[in-house]
């Protein structure tokens, strides 16, 4: 079998966040069939092409971190390889790097441990440490404790602005001895707009930027991770 | 610089805060090739196609793959697409005030010049005013003044223009594939102000398939007849002759979301030889048309390629009829790089399906097998002029089970002329028959796997068929029929689905009625019908209501038998099959269900 495994990633933003997870794959799929780089398909009755997406997000919110795994049964160049399905996607979606999967890996659904995002808040005057506190409320609020990895409060750097730039780092899944809980964006969401509310200050943007693979402590991107791979 | 309005995009954004399915909306879909509004012409039209149901299931609908194709494919004429807002999309608009916009370009409706709606089947005549109201676009065309855009529809609908007199500039009977550009470069003359609307609309109803229902005057006696029409010259349906002369769609839009069929559509024959007598198609698409196998099996890899898509259908009113067939399949699937291609085959007849076919077919992924016996006995098959006899049917099913199927849907229709108790109970066996059959010959390990959907249809009395005069059954009756059905098969791998009556009994109504329909059809939508083609959504009672209004009884049109020397609403259409045989045909099969009595 000459076949590789590649890992690719994508946006998705403006129109085509509205599409789900499973239209995305749809697309993708007739785009590499399009490319006419031959996909391996699963066996049984009703044979599905191999590609493994990372964790879905909700309708509506804007991706940098769209990461795929896709078997092809050509020995196909990773740069063609995106250059070429880049090509059938005319500009939709836009894969910014594809690289091989060494043998041996495990696929990205498996892999992933922590999805972080970047939220927008805007109508910002109090002083930082009380929108701290807020933002702890916002996480007791729904009980998300435990599903949150880390969060980080950034201001922008600009100084005259009145945004506020929130990073939370959700758990994808239950990870072994550490009793947490998978994060649900939609929950923090509304709980974190009810307590915004009552200081007139609203959600400006959601963001998913990147997933982690947890690994001896550290955070790696599911890039980083295949460099790390012995 | 022509004045076009259109959505922001912003706007589009807040519109679709908490809509359900937001991918219905946003266009940028593979294959899109409408004009830059900005760079449109002075001469140029702009013609809106629009599909009064939801994007999914207008989507695969292969009449606006092409005429969408033919429009944007002509240098100074641009065609944008509308679907039916569903009802949480509607809603956010009403609310926002925010008029109907074109998925492409977001243009509003009223800043096109035509708009075109695909009339693909009664139940949708509804949506269609709930479309032109969403677009801020008056319903009954003589309200509308002449810079407003025109309307007009097409479709198997359209065969019978009388109901949708109201509201249509004009209508196109028949192929649109020829009639669209000689339409479109006569709407070029007028709105460039070379002629006037009236010398417009006179110039196309000159041409085969243009029907313009000003032009026509339906006189009622008062005992509420239809007595006459006036003029008596009838609008000859538009016939493309060579189905090879119009290229298939190989660059069709590819739905981002996905539609009822996905999947690469290719139609193959046009017509239908066969003659089953209640079959309105069968009668309106004649003749048959076929496309040359070769030029089929070079354009099928063609759009299969350009596509992606892994499954391609071949469409026809009887595919298994085709008879190249066998040759096509092996064609595509041997010359297409796509190894799991899989074919589906929709309207197979139960006679003409082949070893070979369920052979070439079984290779790729299996799709689910649909068969029509439409009646349980051969008496009724008879009347019904559906040629073929219960070992046809068990052989068939015999065949695809031994290749491997393990599915299997059956079309069955009751309430057919002269059916009786005993004939309904043949379906319930036949049903079984069926059922036992597959499952004896299955491979054993698959027999657990067997199931079977079978689908009861209320018979509709359909214009230009020999049962027009027909009438149809009662909603009563027609119940007890179906829990004959239900009470004598109770095997747990058999599905019995039917259509609800009532909504057949509007569908008959709506087909067969005359231009005062237009108006119940009007105060019907405006008593909130809508998606009347949807069972959850279907509701009989703003039609009921507008009946009454209106004072016309439903039964009129759908409980009597028609005086075979009756005026029909629908004479002034030539379908190109002639009366006079029809009504031989209806007359024999009366002598026939008589005889039996």
Redesign the interface.
Known sequence: MVGKRIRFKFSKIG??R???H??II??I??????A?I?LE?SKG???KPKIIFGPPIP??INSFAEYADVNVSDDIDTKKFQFWLNN?L?G?ITISNAIEIPDGMKNLMSQVDIVEYLIEIEGYTCREDSIKELIQQAVKGIDTEKSIYDIKLLKRECEYSNILLLKVYGYTKTLRGRANRVFKLKDFLESLKNILTTKNMVIKSVLKNELYILKEGKKLTPFEVLQSFV | MRDIKSLEYEKLEKL??GIEK??RY???E?GTSSKDPGKLKPDSVIVALAFPDIYEVGMPNIGLQILYDIINRHPSFSAERFFAPWTDMEQQLRETGTRLFSLENRIFMESFDLIGFSLQHELLFSNTLNMLDLGGIRLVSEERSVDTPLICAGGPATVNPAPMSRFMDFMVIGDGEEVIIPVLENLARFRTGTIDKDSFLRQISTMDGIYVPAYHKYIYSDGGKLEKIEPGNKTKKAVLSDLDDIHIVTRPI?P???PVH?RFAVEIMRGCGRGCRFCQAGFTNRPVRSRSADRLIEQSIEGL??????EISFLSLSTSDYRDLERLIRGVSEKT??E?LSISLPSMRLDSFTMGIAELVQQG??TGLTFAPEAGSQRMRDIINKNITENDILDCIELAFRKGWEKIKLYFMIGFPGETGEDVLEIAALIKKVATRARNVMPRDKVKRFNMNVSINVFNPKPFTPFQWSSQEGVGSLKKKFKLILDNVHQRYIKISWSDPEKSRLECTLSRGDTRIGKVIEDAWKNGAKFDNWADLFDASPWIDSFHKNDIKIGYYTDREYNTDEILPWDVVDIGVNKESLLSVYRRVRKVIKDKA
């Open positions: 129109v085509f509205y599409l789900s499973l239209d749809n697309i799929a007739r785009a590499i069939r399009r006419k031959k398909y009755f009703n044979p309708l509506g059938q005319e939709r | 679709l805060r937001p991918g946003i266009d940028n593979i590819i981002n979301i996905k996905d390629e350009n596509t992606g898509y892994d790089e796509e799991r992924r299996k």
